[in-house]
């Protein structure tokens, strides 16, 4: 049974930053696009920002030129570089990661979520 294991939220003022950091419980292959979630209470679960295996990046409107997401593929571990944080980014945060032959399967996984909380 695949997991993802996420770690890096926490509590900040705003202005601050945190790292979120994500990576499969075991070794996985075939890894197509990484992307982060978060979600409030009420709320559907939100786009923060994705990468393709060919290392393209897309963000949110709201996340645009505070966040920057990376991957490891050594690792198969996804990043999210949350600076410039704000009160309206507390969320859970949720690492999600692809699997993609290409041509014959695909699956998609989810991390537990961590909390993200900003202060004023």
């Known amino acids: 049974q695949v997991r993802l294991v996420e770690s890096g939220g926490g509590l900040v003022q705003a202005g601050g930053s945190l790292r979120l950091s994500c990576a499969p419980s075991?070794?996985?292959?075939?890894?197509?696009?990484m992307g982060w979630y978060r979600q409030t209470p009420g709320k559907q679960r939100e786009l923060v920002a994705t990468?393709?295996?060919?290392?393209?990046?897309y963000y949110g409107d709201s996340v645009k030129g505070r966040f920057t997401i990376s991957r490891d593929n050594a690792k198969s571990a996804v990043y999210l570089q949350m600076n410039n944080l704000k009160p309206e980014d507390t969320a859970v945060y949720y690492c999600?990661?692809?699997?993609?032959?290409?041509?014959?399967?695909?699956?998609?996984?989810w991390g537990q979520g961590t909390q993200v909380t900003v202060s004023l």
């Open positions: 990468i393709s295996s060919g290392d393209r990046s």
């Open positions: 075991v070794n996985m292959v075939n890894i197509g696009t």
């Open positions: 999600n990661i692809v699997l993609n032959d290409g041509t014959y399967y695909r699956a998609d996984y």
